[in-house]
C-alpha cells in the first residue's frame, strides 16, 4: 500500500513514522521549502504536560496524552522527563487551588522544596504544585529526530512540493495541512500563539515553570544552554505573522515576575502562527474514502500527536 502523508508538522510525521515502522510505503509531501517552514509546531512549546493540561481541557486530553511521553521517550532521546512545576505570585495563590481542583497527579510543594527543584527560584515562590512524572521536549530537534528516523525507515520527505487531496497515483492519503486545510474543513478555525526565545546564563531551570495568573498564564521552557521559550497566549484569531506589542510586554513581564534576571535576557526571536483547532478543541479523524484527514491538534500538538497517529496508522490497517 503506497500512502501519501501531506504535510510535515508534528501530526505528518507523527503518523508516516507509525505507517512506516507498521510497514507501509510511505512520502511525505510539504509546501515548505524545509522542515519546519510551514509548520506552527515548529514554534511549539513542546511540553508533554497530560495532567497541567487537564486543568483546562477535556479529560480525554490527559487520557491520551499520557501514551505521548513514552512514545517520545522511544524515539527522541532529547526528551527530558523531570516534571513541570506550576507556582504563583504570594497575591495570586488562589489560582493554584483552582488549579490542583481541576486536574491530578501532583504534589503541593513549599518554598524549600520549590528550591530543591530550583535552586534560582529559592526565597521567589511560597507554594506551588510539582506534576513529576511530565515532560518536555525542543519541538525543533524532535522534528528534525522524526524526519531522520523516517529517512532510515527510506520514507522520502519532499519540501517544496504542492500535492492535493484528489490526487490519485497513490492508495490512500493523509491529510495533515493544518490550518491550511481550512477549505475543506469548514468547521476548523485558527487560534493564535505567540512566543519569545530568549538567552539568558543568570538563570538555570531544569524543567518547565508555569506561572498562574488571573489575566495571562506563562510557562517557560528551557532548550538549553540558555535559551528558554516563554509562551502563553491563545487568541481567536487566523493572523499568522504577527507578533503584537501588548503580548510582548505581558510575556516578558510575566518571565520577569518568575526571575528578575529575565529582565536582561537577550530576545533571540519571537514568533507567531496559527494552531488549526475544532469546536470543540480536540483533534478529529475524518476518513473520507482515500483520504484520512488528521486535523484539529489546537495546542496540544506534541502531546495529542502520537496516540492520533496510531489511530491513523489503525484506520489505514483495519479498514
Request: aromatic residues 8%.
Amino acid at each position: 500500500m503506497h500512502i501519501r502523508v501531506i504535510g510535515a508538522g508534528v501530526a505528518g510525521l507523527t503518523a508516516a513514522v507509525e505507517l512506516a515502522e507498521r510497514g507501509a510505503m510511505v512520502e511525505v509531501l510539504d509546501r515548505g521549502p524545509h522542515l519546519g517552514a510551514a509548520a506552527c509546531s515548529w514554534c511549539a512549546g513542546g511540553m508533554l504536560a497530560p495532567w497541567c493540561e487537564r486543568a483546562s481541557a477535556d479529560p480525554v486530553v490527559a487520557e491520551l496524552g499520557r501514551y505521548a511521553i513514552d512514545w517520545w521517550l522511544r524515539r527522541f532521546p532529547g526528551t527530558t522527563r523531570k516534571g513541570t512545576l506550576v507556582v504563583a505570585q504570594p497575591r495570586d495563590v488562589g489560582e493554584l487551588t483552582h488549579f490542583a481542583r481541576r486536574t491530578e497527579c501532583f504534589d503541593w510543594v513549599d518554598g524549600d522544596q520549590i528550591a530543591d527543584l530550583e535552586p534560582d527560584l529559592q526565597e521567589r515562590f511560597h507554594k506551588g504544585l510539582f506534576f513529576a512524572d511530565e515532560a518536555h521536549l525542543d519541538p525543533r530537534s524532535a522534528l528534525t529526530a522524526l524526519a531522520a528516523r523516517l529517512t532510515e525507515l527510506g520514507v522520502p520527505l519532499r519540501f517544496g512540493a504542492e500535492a492535493t487531496v484528489s490526487d490519485r497515483d497513490v492508495d490512500r492519503i493523509i491529510d495533515c495541512r493544518g490550518f491550511a486545510a481550512r477549505e475543506d474543513l469548514p468547521d476548523l478555525r485558527g487560534v493564535k500563539g505567540e512566543m519569545l526565545l530568549v538567552r539568558t546564563r543568570d538563570v538555570f531551570l531544569q524543567r518547565p515553570v508555569r506561572l498562574l495568573h488571573p489575566r495571562i498564564p506563562l510557562y517557560i521552557v528551557p532548550r538549553g544552554n540558555g535559551l528558554f521559550m516563554i509562551g502563553a497566549t491563545m487568541i481567536e484569531s487566523s493572523d499568522r505573522g504577527r507578533v503584537t506589542v501588548r503580548s510582548v510586554v505581558e510575556l516578558l513581564n510575566g518571565a520577569y515576575s518568575v526571575h528578575p534576571a529575565f529582565g536582561e535576557a537577550e530576545i533571540i526571536e519571537f514568533g507567531a502562527d496559527v494552531r488549526p483547532a475544532f469546536p470543540d478543541n480536540l483533534p478529529a479523524i475524518r476518513d473520507c474514502g482515500r483520504t484520512i484527514s488528521f486535523n484539529g491538534l489546537y495546542r496540544h500538538g506534541f502531546l495529542l500527536a502520537p496516540a492520533f497517529a496510531a489511530r491513523v496508522a489503525d484506520v489505514v490497517f483495519h479498514n
